[in-house]
């Protein structure tokens, strides 16, 4: 949003989220481990993923890529570069408004974070291969039926 004052021109300032998307990366961890997959943190920046989880059994391996968007108002788009991964996992943080799109609001927004767990085959077909390389969530078929679907990364690993 650009304000223009006494000709002035202000860019409203990019808010900094980076604790939030490193949260995010804990919490997609957490869960996974809740569910009773072996699973750990990449500590070193690998471009196409943020999470590994294994089984130790079959030694399969999947790699796992967290995108987080921290407004509960956002558009439900995030941009992916990498398709270096075998699974997405987008946690919509709803951590409060901040994009204004509703009128009258009579909370604040904060609500529980939203996990929906794609396979990458999924987006793949629904992301713009221009520009950022968004992907539009609500594009995506069937869409509620991968919320905490945390199955489809057991089921990769029992492969």
Do not use: C
Request: charged share 30%; aromatic share 12%.
């Amino acid at each position: 949003m650009i304000i223009e004052e006494q000709n002035i021109v202000l860019k409203a300032k990019k808010q900094d989220t980076k604790l939030e998307s490193e949260g995010a990366e804990f919490l997609v961890l957490g869960l996974l481990l809740i569910e009773g997959v072996s699973a750990y943190k990449a500590y070193i920046n690998f471009p196409g993923y943020d999470l590994t989880a294994v089984n130790p059994e079959s030694k399969r391996v999947a790699r796992i890529q967290v995108k987080s968007r921290w407004a509960t108002d956002y558009d439900s788009s995030f941009p992916l570069k990498s398709l270096d991964t075998d699974f997405i996992v987008h946690v919509a943080l709803n951590r409060g408004y901040r994009f204004s799109k509703k009128k009258n609001l009579k909370d604040n927004g904060i609500k529980s974070p939203t996990f929906y767990v794609f396979p990458v085959d999924v987006l793949k077909q629904v992301r713009n291969e221009t520009g950022w390389n968004k992907v539009q969530i609500k594009k995506v078929k069937n869409l509620e039926s991968y919320i905490d679907n945390w199955q489809l990364i057991k089921d990769y690993l029992l492969e």
